[in-house]
């Protein structure tokens, strides 16, 4: 049983932002597609996660504190005698392990050791459990999800799950004996009311809202969209189209990410939005979907 959805960090969405609307720096565009990458590996794993029958507690994207420290799990499976905790990788191409750290066989640049990670996040969340009573054991592994990921020189007792290897891992957790009580759902309630919304440690490249392109950027590929009358919007590169209503909402919601200080008004969301010619469908738009505070010209939403 799913007890959360995946969605995206605030961190990926404003980045994702940024990165239509302006030139982001080398580094700051490969952290943002690395982001990307992990996202879509993250969502492949769970396709198969929902797929299991067996009596689970399945919680995805959990990051929690102890001791001041931040730690996260891509997926978190409670059953009944052991919880299961798992670092997705999304890496593509050829890897080597040598003297405990990871390195690309193409470039020989070093990568952060996901083995590494798990270690860390397991070495705060089996104290935090006991902290809270439970003695449950856990037992993590680092799973590969690209179908084209080869990792060379591995330890062979490494936890490591090989891309060939995921529908064996189902399998086997299929295979668990498990049965669940309110003493399992009331650990997970928990775990889940201590979710840490968003890190401490985001990477935001700065910017300023003068030096943004503005317009509706399309939910499939974020390339920028066309207006076809008062009614509909299409996107210039895969030809999606949507509602005028709908894209201007999305387009409020990033606004207020990137600008959670700015107020909502119909002068801002018309400038934001660009291609929407007219003013007062933007108004009617807002009014239909929005609390009004003020009037006329010092008239905003919330």
């Known amino acids: 049983m799913f007890l959360n959805s995946r969605m995206e960090s605030k961190e990926l969405l404003r980045l994702r932002s940024l990165n239509t609307r302006m030139i982001l720096a080398p580094n700051d565009k ?59 990788k999304n890496h593509e191409g050829d890897y080597y392990y040598e003297s405990g750290n990871f390195y690309s066989l193409l470039t020989k640049d070093e990568v952060k050791n996901p083995l590494d990670q798990l270690k860390r996040s397991k070495s705060l969340f089996c104290p935090l459990l006991k902290k809270m009573g439970i003695t449950a054991p856990v037992e993590g592994f680092v799973t590969f999800v690209n179908p084209v990921f080869t990792l060379y020189q591995a330890p062979i007792n490494a936890p490591i799950i090989y891309p060939t290897q ?20 009331r650990l997970a309630d928990q775990l889940i009311s201590m979710h840490l919304y968003e890190s401490r440690y985001t990477r935001i490249p700065s910017y300023r809202y003068e030096q943004l392109k503005k317009g509706v950027i399309c939910p499939i590929c974020f390339s920028f969209m066309m207006s076809f009358g008062d009614k509909k ?21 990033e606004f207020v990410l990137l600008f959670p200080d ?14 929407i010619k007219s003013a ?3 108004r009617r738009i807002l009014m239909q979907n929005y609390t009004s505070i003020g009037a006329r010209q010092h008239r905003y939403f919330e």
Not at 266 to 275: F, P
């Open 30 to 88: 490969k952290y943002y597609f690395n982001l990307e990458k992990g996202f879509e590996g993250e969502k492949e794993f769970d396709q198969l996660t929902q797929k299991l029958q067996n009596d689970f507690f399945i919680i995805n994207d959990l990051r929690l504190e102890f001791n001041n420290s931040e730690f996260q799990f891509d997926t978190l499976i409670i059953a009944q005698e052991t919880i299961y905790p798992f670092e997705v």
């Open 166 to 185: 995921l529908k064996s891992l189902m399998n086997k957790l299929e295979q668990i004996p498990s049965k669940l009580n309110v003493h399992h759902k």
């Open 233 to 253: 919007l299409v996107c210039k590169k895969c030809l999606f189209e949507e509602s005028v209503d709908s894209g201007v909402m999305r387009s409020v919601k």
């Open 262 to 275: 700015r107020k909502i008004t119909t002068i801002s969301v018309h400038d934001w939005c660009g291609v």
């Open 280 to 282: 007062k469908v933007i």
